[in-house]
T-cell receptor, first 114, second 116 residues
Framework: AQSVAQPEDQVNVAEGNPLTVKCTYS??????LFWYVQYPNRGLQFLLK??????LVKGSYGFEAEFNKSQTSFHLKKPSALVSDSALYFC????????????FGAGTRLFVKA | NAGVTQTPKFQVLKTGQSMTLQCAQD?????MSWYRQDPGMGLRLIHY???????DQGEVPNGYNVSRSTTEDFPLRLLSAAPSQTSVYFC???????????????FGPGTRLTVL
């Protein structure tokens, strides 16, 4: 069965420091992996996805994520955090067998302090 | 394009009342879904549709009905509201087809529902 784990409920970083939001997954086939961001009182917005190819994926707003097949991880990273990055981040996975369902993690709240 | 739209934005119901949450998309997407978001639980799939006239249950379907008479619209009906259905509801859509698994989902702004 598919599953996604985001082990941290909250991540706190200082503005200008690098940030990492962790995600591990489990799927039957090859994974399609996604990161979404949710700002207060808004719907989810797509950040980036891994389908195939390079393990380092670049996305919106300077975010990137590294796919690690052996560790079944897809951690979200940014070299220099901004206060405006403070939001709720969701990791999601879908398998490549043609299944419909996308499984979301519980979410990690990122707080960037000025 | 308006993308995915949802109405209403907020709703308060009394236990036992029924209502319909509206969702529409103008991107000609085949796949549409309803999720509920609860603190600490992420998004859980309620119902989904892979095309007009085709719907199926997700993880938490009890107490909800859906229909898909057109490609654009995918309403969610609460049959008899219960306090456990207090949540934020999101509608999402994405393209379908053979490469559909790789496609990004587009989310509506959400409906915040409180059941007293």
């Amino acid at each position: 069965a598919q599953s996604v784990a985001q082990p941290e409920d909250q991540v706190n970083v200082a503005e200008g420091n690098p940030l990492t939001v962790k995600c591990t997954y489990s799927v039957s086939g090859n994974p399609y992996l996604f990161w979404y961001v949710q700002y207060p009182n808004r719907g989810l917005q797509f950040l980036l996805k891994y389908i195939t190819g390079d393990n380092l994926v670049k996305g919106s707003y300077g975010f990137e994520a590294e796919f690690n097949k052996s560790q079944t991880s897809f951690h979200l990273k940014k070299p220099s955090a901004l206060v405006s990055d403070s939001a709720l981040y969701f990791c999601a996975v879908r398998d490549d067998t043609g299944g419909f369902k996308t499984i979301f993690g519980a979410g990690t709240r990122l707080f960037v302090k000025a | 394009n308006a993308g995915v739209t949802q109405t209403p934005k907020f709703q308060v119901l009394k236990t036992g009342q029924s209502m319909t949450l509206q969702c529409a998309q103008d991107m000609n997407h085949e796949y549409m879904s309803w999720y509920r978001q609860d603190p600490g639980m992420g998004l859980r799939l309620i119902h989904y549709s892979v095309g007009a006239g085709i719907t199926d249950q997700g993880e938490v379907p009890n107490g909800y009905n859906v229909s898909r008479s057109t490609t654009e619209d995918f309403p969610l009906r609460l049959l008899s509201a219960a306090p456990s259905q207090t949540s934020v509801y999101f509608c999402a859509s994405r393209p379908g087809g053979t490469s559909g698994s790789a496609d990004t989902q587009y989310f509506g702004p959400g409906t915040r529902l409180t059941v007293l």
